[in-house]
């Protein structure tokens, strides 16, 4: 007995002691099929057991420097769009610096390694196309699901309806029998069997002009990322909670919210009631343990409760076959306020009462509402991308106020605030950045560089840096607030489809990959003042 216990003590030493230790690192070179230094490949170190990958790039010499690495085996992989990689397992002991080379071979750039901007301007003109592009990027683009497999005209007829089918509430009112033909062949005109499509398309005579090019200071950023328990997850959004965790909602039919612990891996899993495709967009940690969904599906709110661990669904106004419009509703992303209302974003905007179970609509006074976010004072603050405006929302009164921005139709869609109490958004239509001061009540905009800046996804870094994705480019950009200036950074997958940026108290910036089924969140080497790094 003695010796049992005594064994039994020694297993908890170990699991109250042992403390994952992540100082080893793997360097080393680059290079092109020519034997010279290749700059701004990606060099990926997957865990394999806890499935985390440390993405970085190579420098102007061919240079990498993989770090933040727990003891374990590896698989790195090197990747560049055009040619081909090279994958090395590699067993690493703690606080080990670790040495490998790597050579790319010559390839050819695929369809799926293309943004949706390239995509769109690169794929011919034919009927449907505007049909596809207006009704089918808005989750998802084409790159993984479409142009990474083949099917005949009847596969793609059957995807469309199935879509139409589990994704109704945001495709039935816009996607009629025969415009879903029309989408079905002209997807199988570019990715079906008998496609005529060039097999790359870097042998179009367009496609040079669309290359994107990073200065070197771009090959600084290092992402981490996370493997879900299955595919298709979607994840829709990270948002950190004050013990560390990640709270991701599960978009389309998916159905649950998961919960990940950055420092394993480990992902946990929890389903909602609803019987149909909720279409969960925000799953929102509140301060007293909680967490806040939006369904989008349903036009319900949902709350896991940290005690049971269950979730319970809360319906607002629901006319089956009007999902998604104004009379039907729609919630979207969810915050909650400094006096616990939980305002949720969607069509319309919004707040519900915990404690008497009502729900106040802002059909009125705002309509839909997109982005949200909280103050420092516990105040609400969105965009209203139906009147191109930002508004905020009164914790006390429950009253809103909006401005219009100054960009006309420029669909506002996320923001953020900064230390200063200043609110910065994207204007997705119009390729630009706004900025608000709420002691002024005015505006400024900064026009962002170069075509097809969708900017979606912003946060405000420790220093007040404005970090944003342009969505249908593939890229993450910085924009110093104090001098305007903008950097470009490349992101280590084709089909970004970050949707929200969101900081954990350490500073790092957490995004989503839905359309990769990836959560990770990125810093910048040698720059953690900034964003932080891995624990
Ligand atoms: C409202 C969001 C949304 C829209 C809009 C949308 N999709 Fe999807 N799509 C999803 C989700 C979520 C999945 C993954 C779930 C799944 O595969 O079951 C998916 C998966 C797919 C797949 C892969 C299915 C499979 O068999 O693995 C295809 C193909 C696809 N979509 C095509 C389309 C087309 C074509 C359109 C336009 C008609 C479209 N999608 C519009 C959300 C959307």
Same mark, same amino acid.
């Given at each position: 007995?003695?010796?049992?216990?005594?064994?039994?003590?020694?297993?908890?030493?170990?699991?109250?002691?042992?403390?994952?230790?992540?100082?080893?690192?793997?360097?080393?070179?680059?290079?092109?099929?020519?034997?010279?230094?290749?700059?701004?490949?990606?060099?990926?170190?997957?865990?394999?057991?806890?499935?985390?990958?440390?993405?970085? &790039?190579?420098?102007?010499?061919?240079?990498?420097?993989?770090?933040?690495?727990?003891?374990?085996?590896?698989?790195?992989?090197?990747?560049?769009?055009?040619?081909?990689?090279?994958?090395?397992?590699?067993?690493?002991?703690?606080?080990?610096?670790?040495?490998?080379?790597?050579?790319?071979?010559?390839?050819?750039?695929?369809?799926?390694?293309?943004?949706?901007?390239?995509?769109?301007?690169?794929?011919?003109?034919?009927?449907?196309?505007?049909?596809?592009?207006?009704?089918?990027?808005?989750?998802?683009?084409?790159?993984?699901?479409?142009?990474?497999?083949?099917?005949?005209?009847? %596969?793609?007829?059957?995807?469309?309806?199935?879509?139409?089918?589990?994704?109704?509430?945001?495709?039935?009112?816009?996607?009629?029998?025969?415009?879903?033909?029309?989408?079905?062949?002209?997807?199988?005109?570019?990715?079906?069997?008998?496609?005529?499509?060039?097999?790359?398309?870097?042998?179009?005579?367009?496609?040079?002009?669309?290359?994107?090019?990073?200065?070197?200071?771009?090959?600084?950023?290092?992402?981490?990322?996370?493997?879900?328990?299955?595919?298709?997850?979607?994840?829709?959004?990270?948002?950190?909670?004050?013990?560390?965790?990640?709270?991701?909602?599960?978009?389309?039919?998916?159905?649950?919210?998961?919960?990940?612990?950055?420092?394993?891996?480990?992902?946990?899993?929890?389903?909602?009631?609803?019987?149909?495709?909720?279409?969960?967009?925000?799953?929102? #940690?509140?301060?007293?343990?909680?967490?806040?969904?939006?369904?989008?599906?349903?036009?319900?709110? %949902?709350?896991?409760?940290?005690?049971?661990?269950?979730?319970?669904?809360?319906?607002?106004?629901?006319?089956?076959?009007?999902?998604?419009?104004?009379?039907?509703?729609?919630?979207?992303?969810?915050?909650?306020?400094?006096?616990?209302?939980?305002?949720?974003?969607?069509?319309? &905007?919004?707040?519900?009462?915990?404690?008497?179970?009502?729900?106040?609509?802002?059909?009125?006074?705002?309509?839909?509402?997109?982005?949200?976010?909280?103050?420092?004072?516990?105040?609400?603050?969105?965009?209203?991308?139906?009147?191109?405006?930002?508004?905020?929302?009164?914790?006390?009164?429950?009253?809103?106020?909006?401005?219009?921005? #100054?960009?006309?139709?420029?669909?506002?869609?996320?923001?953020?605030?900064?230390?200063?109490?200043?609110?910065?958004?994207?204007?997705?239509?119009?390729?630009?950045?706004?900025?608000?001061?709420?002691?002024?009540?005015?505006?400024?905009?900064?026009?962002? #560089?170069?075509?097809?800046?969708?900017?979606?996804?912003?946060?405000?870094?420790?220093?007040?840096?404005?970090?944003?994705?342009?969505?249908?480019?593939?890229?993450?950009?910085?924009?110093?607030?104090?001098?305007?200036?903008?950097?470009?950074?490349?992101?280590?997958?084709?089909?970004?489809?970050?949707?929200?940026?969101?900081?954990?108290?350490?500073?790092?910036?957490?995004?989503?990959?839905?359309?990769?089924?990836?959560?990770?969140?990125?810093?910048?080497?040698?720059?953690?003042?900034?964003?932080?790094?891995?624990?």
């Amino acid at each position: 007995m003695k010796s049992f216990l005594k064994a039994v003590g020694c297993v908890f030493c170990v699991v109250l002691f042992a403390t994952i230790s992540y100082g080893s690192t793997i360097s080393g070179s680059v290079k092109g099929p020519d034997g010279a230094p290749f700059r701004g490949a990606f060099v990926q170190a997957q865990n394999t057991k806890s499935k985390i990958t440390v993405s970085v &790039l190579s420098d102007k010499d061919g240079h990498f420097r993989v770090e933040g690495l727990a003891a374990g085996d590896y698989q790195v992989q090197v990747k560049a769009a055009g040619f081909k990689g090279e994958t090395h397992p590699a067993t690493l002991t703690a606080d080990q610096a670790a040495t490998q080379d790597f050579a790319l071979g010559k390839g050819a750039v695929r369809w799926a390694d293309l943004s949706l901007y390239q995509g769109i301007k690169l794929l011919p003109d034919g009927p449907g196309k505007s049909d596809w592009q207006g009704h089918c990027f808005n989750c998802h683009g084409f790159q993984s699901r479409m142009a990474s497999v083949v099917r005949d005209e009847d %596969g793609w007829k059957d995807r469309v309806a199935y879509m139409r089918d589990t994704e109704h509430y945001f495709l039935t009112p816009g996607v009629t029998d025969e415009m879903a033909g029309r989408i079905a062949s002209y997807i199988n005109s570019a990715f079906g069997q008998d496609s005529t499509l060039a097999k790359s398309p870097a042998d179009l005579p367009g496609y040079k002009d669309l290359v994107k090019t990073f200065g070197d200071d771009a090959m600084k950023i290092v992402f981490v990322e996370y493997d879900l328990p299955g595919p298709n997850r979607m994840p829709w959004n990270a948002d950190p909670d004050k013990n560390g965790n990640i709270w991701m909602p599960y978009y389309g039919h998916a159905n649950k919210i998961g919960r990940l612990d950055p420092k394993t891996g480990k992902v946990d899993e929890f389903p909602v009631p609803a019987e149909m495709t909720a279409g969960i967009h925000s799953a929102y #940690p509140a301060a007293d343990g909680s967490v806040w969904m939006g369904e989008q599906g349903t036009n319900r709110l %949902g709350r896991w409760d940290p005690v049971s661990m269950k979730i319970t669904e809360y319906q607002d106004a629901y006319i089956p076959g009007k999902e998604y419009t104004t009379a039907g509703g729609q919630k979207h992303t969810v915050r909650v306020d400094g006096n616990g209302y939980v305002w949720a974003t969607g069509n319309p &905007l919004s707040r519900y009462d915990p404690k008497e179970g009502k729900f106040y609509d802002y059909k009125d006074e705002v309509g839909a509402a997109y982005g949200i976010t909280v103050d420092k004072n516990g105040n609400i603050w969105f965009c209203a991308q139906g009147s191109s405006s930002i508004g905020m929302g009164d914790k006390n009164t429950g009253k809103t106020k909006v401005w219009k921005v #100054p960009t006309d139709r420029s669909f506002p869609r996320r923001l953020a605030i900064d230390q200063d109490g200043v609110v910065w958004f994207g204007e997705y239509s119009a390729g630009k950045i706004g900025r608000f001061d709420p002691k002024t009540e005015t505006f400024k905009e900064y026009v962002l #560089p170069g075509a097809g800046q969708t900017p979606y996804g912003i946060a405000i870094d420790k220093i007040g840096g404005v970090w944003f994705n342009s969505a249908e480019t593939d890229v993450i950009e910085h924009l110093d607030p104090k001098t305007g200036e903008i950097t470009q950074y490349p992101f280590d997958h084709a089909e970004i489809t970050i949707r929200e940026m969101n900081v954990d108290p350490e500073g790092r910036v957490w995004y989503t990959s839905p359309a990769n089924n990836k959560v990770g969140y990125f810093y910048l080497a040698g720059r953690t003042e900034l964003t932080g790094k891995m624990p």
